[in-house]
Structure formats: structure tokens, C-alpha cells
């Protein structure tokens, strides 16, 4: 392979690759490699490839042609891949093809493929394998480092893990989580809650909405209720910590003001306990 430098109109040097068509034709149509493969073993790019090969007339084979032709049968390529526990890339290896060739194949055929956790099982087994690419498998619940009892906290809200024979399993989420409030209130009435149903925490030892309100799950802090009347009540105890924080804050700022004054009046001695200077 050889390269002619040239310079553009903008006497910018540039380079063209120049295969000659003997050897396009020998890698190509007598060893049948891929535009691809012709390129990382020249050195250059898979298009310089394809457009040599257009200029010198040389047809282009067709992607499933390039890469899915394949002489084998159902029965052989199933005794390989399950019977002799052959991977894809095994077989890939024996026919000389692409593994993705051997996929396709697969499917075609409708050949079952393994799951990844039996593709890393076998490779383990029979020694070919990369522990870099193996799949860690990450213990989950009780087996897990990080398990505190299946009990979790979020924004305040307390969580609670059921196990699937638990009554109130259908209560939790995906996960199998529910919130302790509403297990509490489902376990006080002995039924499911519905989804419409509310456990509103009523505030009884700290504000509505703090994050110390969401997790006093005490059955004396809890209320069953609707979406509506949760909204409402919600609004009430909002509007009323507002009213009672503007009456204090007033009467603190009004005592302020009341004790500024008499510290001027004892600094001038003007208070109204005291005599006015003679003039």
C-alpha cells in the first residue's frame, strides 16, 4: 500500500491511499475478508476500502452475503453450541465468521441462546473467561452487607419490608416496602387500606410536615382519612403554625421595643417613675 500527497486549492497537504487492485482482489474475492477487516490489516479506513473497491470495478458484496453466509445445519450448529457447549465464538472460530454470524445463525434457526449467568458459568467451566467481564452478583435483602432489618428512612417517612406471605403484602410497593404509617393504621383495623385512603400524621408532639412529624408513627398520631380532608387538614395546620408564629414573633418584637424604650428612659432619666429636671 502507498500513499500520494498532494495539495489542495487551499495548499492544505492531503494524503490518498492507493491499494493496488491485485492485492484488493486477493484480501477481498480470494480470501474473503470483510471491507473491515481489509482495513485495520492496511491500516486504513473501512470507506477507503469501499471506494477503492468501487473505482477498480470490484462488486461489493451485500451485508448478509459479507456476513451471514454460512454452510451448516440446524442439527450441526445445535450439537455445538448445546451439546458440545461450544460458544459462539468457538464456533465462529471453526467456520472462520464473525460470533455475530453465529447469533444469527442461531436465530435463524431458532436455536435457544443461553442467558448471560449460563454464559458466564460455562466460560468459568471450561477456563475461558475474563474475570474483568464476569458479572459480580450483588447479594440483595438479608443476604446484603448494607440490610438494617428491612427497615429504611426517606425524607422522613419510615419504611418497612414485608415478606410475600405477609397479610399486607398487596400493600407495598414493587420492592416489598411499605410505609409504617399505613401498616400501622392497617394492622389497628385489621383490613387493606385502599389506595384512596390517607394516614394523615395529626401533629400531636411535633409541627404537621416536619420531618419529626413523618416518622411519629404512633397509633395516638395517626388519623385515617381521605384524599380531600388530607388536603384540608394539611392547609389547617399549616395556616395555623403560620397564625400562631406571627402572634409570636409580634408580641416578641413589641417586648423588644418595650424593653429598648425604658433602657433610653433610665439612660435619660426620663421614665415615668422619675422627677423632671428643673429647668
Known amino acids: 500500500m502507498t500513499y ?43 470507506p477507503t476500502v469501499l471506494k477503492l473497491l468501487k473505482n477498480y470495478g470490484i462488486r461489493i458484496r451485500p451485508l448478509p452475503e459479507a456476513q451471514r453466509k454460512l454452510d451448516v445445519d440446524h442439527d450441526t450448529l445445535y450439537k455445538m453450541y ?3 457447549s461450544m460458544s459462539a465464538s468457538q464456533i465462529a472460530a471453526v467456520y472462520s465468521v464473525d460470533a455475530n454470524t453465529i447469533l444469527h445463525y442461531l436465530k435463524v434457526f431458532d436455536i435457544p441462546r443461553r442467558t448471560r449467568g449460563e454464559g458466564h ?29 428491612g427497615r429504611t428512612e426517606s425524607k422522613g417517612y419510615i419504611s418497612i419490608k414485608l415478606q410475600p406471605d405477609n397479610f399486607f403484602y398487596p400493600m407495598a410497593n414493587s420492592n416489598g416496602y411499605i410505609r409504617e404509617h399505613r401498616l400501622v393504621i392497617a394492622t389497628q383495623i385489621g383490613r387493606l387500606l385502599h389506595p384512596w385512603e390517607i394516614v394523615h400524621h ?12 413523618r416518622g411519629d408513627n404512633r397509633l395516638a398520631n395517626l388519623e385515617l382519612t381521605i384524599r380531600g380532608d388530607h388536603i384540608r387538614e394539611h392547609d389547617k395546620g399549616y395556616k395555623d403554625g ?12 413589641i417586648q423588644e421595643l418595650e424593653d429598648k424604650i425604658k433602657e433610653l428612659e433610665a439612660i435619660l432619666g426620663t421614665g415615668s417613675d422619675s422627677n423632671p429636671r428643673p429647668g
Open 4 to 46: 500520494t500527497v498532494y495539495y489542495d486549492t487551499l495548499n492544505i497537504m492531503r494524503k490518498i491511499v492507493v491499494i493496488p487492485k491485485a492485492q484488493l482482489e486477493q484480501l477481498y474475492l480470494e480470501q474473503r475478508l470483510s471491507s473491515v477487516k481489509i482495513g485495520k490489516q492496511l491500516n486504513c479506513s473501512n
Open 82 to 84: 448445546w451439546g458440545d
Open 121 to 149: 458459568q460455562l466460560a468459568i467451566t471450561t477456563g475461558h473467561y475474563n474475570p474483568s467481564e464476569v458479572v459480580r452478583i450483588v447479594p440483595k435483602g438479608e443476604k446484603s452487607a448494607n440490610w438494617k432489618g
Open 202 to 213: 395529626r401533629g400531636t408532639k411535633y409541627p404537621v410536615g416536619s420531618m419529626q412529624n
Open 242 to 253: 403560620y397564625s400562631k408564629g406571627y402572634s409570636n414573633g409580634k408580641a416578641k418584637k
